[in-house]
């Protein structure tokens, strides 16, 4: 793995249904983040983590749930899914929550939701 | 509340200079970040203003002046592959990224 990595790539999902998406990281980055991005309005922060172990809510953070058990891995869940959630979601790193540190973005999930 | 603005969509032609332009309001102000991203991939790193003036890396320089709470971005010699959204972000006093909506740049040959 080089950089961060995001899966699936893509998913139509039945309303009502579960649904993870995953994003690991290699760079061993200390921070994380969920966003999605929808035509029209900029990137929304649904939830982040500054570090293994903590999380903490964004802009957008209803019906959405994230863990983060160690450095590497941040999945976001989606209880039960409903339209309004059809998005592109990309999960980033940087190397710390504070400062000016870049983000670093993976390749996205595009997801559907009927 | 906090808001970026820029345009929707610029056009320029092949070999020219644009200048996209980004004016923030937010909680406090950690710095500005552009970034560049091509239809259907992620976003990646263009540059990171604090303190006011010009930075110049290569074809791209963004400007910033924090009294007015205004800054942009300047490309040199437009190749095609320019073409692209450009994303202007703005660190807040919680150090949150807040995201314009994105300039869609359109270069013509």
């Known amino acids: 793995i080089a950089g961060i990595t995001q899966a699936p790539t893509s998913q139509i999902l039945a309303a009502g249904r579960r649904m993870t998406l995953r994003c690991t990281q290699d760079?061993?980055?200390?921070?994380m983040y969920w966003y999605r991005q929808d035509l029209g309005l900029g990137l929304r922060l649904i939830h982040y983590?500054?570090?293994?172990?903590?999380?903490g809510k964004g802009e957008v953070p209803d019906g959405y749930s994230v863990s983060r058990a160690n450095t590497d891995d941040f999945p976001l869940t989606l209880a039960s899914a409903v339209p309004s959630q059809t998005s592109v979601y990309f999960c980033?790193?940087?190397?710390?929550?504070?400062?000016?540190?870049?983000?670093?973005f993976g390749p996205g999930t595009r997801l559907t939701v009927l | 509340g906090q808001n970026i603005d820029q345009p929707t969509e610029m056009t320029a032609t092949e070999g020219a200079i644009v200048q996209i332009n980004c004016t923030y309001q937010?909680?406090?102000?950690?710095?500005l970040f552009w970034y560049q991203q091509h239809a259907g991939e992620a976003p990646t790193f263009l540059s990171y203003?604090?303190l006011d003036g010009l930075e110049e890396k290569g074809r791209f320089s963004s400007f910033l002046s924090r009294s007015k709470g205004y800054s942009y971005l300047l490309l040199k010699e437009l190749q095609m592959k320019d073409s692209a959204s450009y994303l202007c972000?703005?660190?807040?006093?919680?150090?949150?990224?807040?995201w314009g909506a994105g300039t869609k740049l359109i270069i013509k040959p």
């Open positions: 203003n604090v």
């Open positions: 937010t909680s406090g102000f950690n710095g």
């Open positions: 760079m061993r980055h200390n921070a």
């Open positions: 980033a790193s940087s190397d710390s929550s504070g400062g000016a540190n870049e983000q670093f």
């Open positions: 972000a703005a660190l807040d006093s919680n150090y949150q990224l807040i």
């Open positions: 983590s500054n570090t293994a172990g903590t999380t």
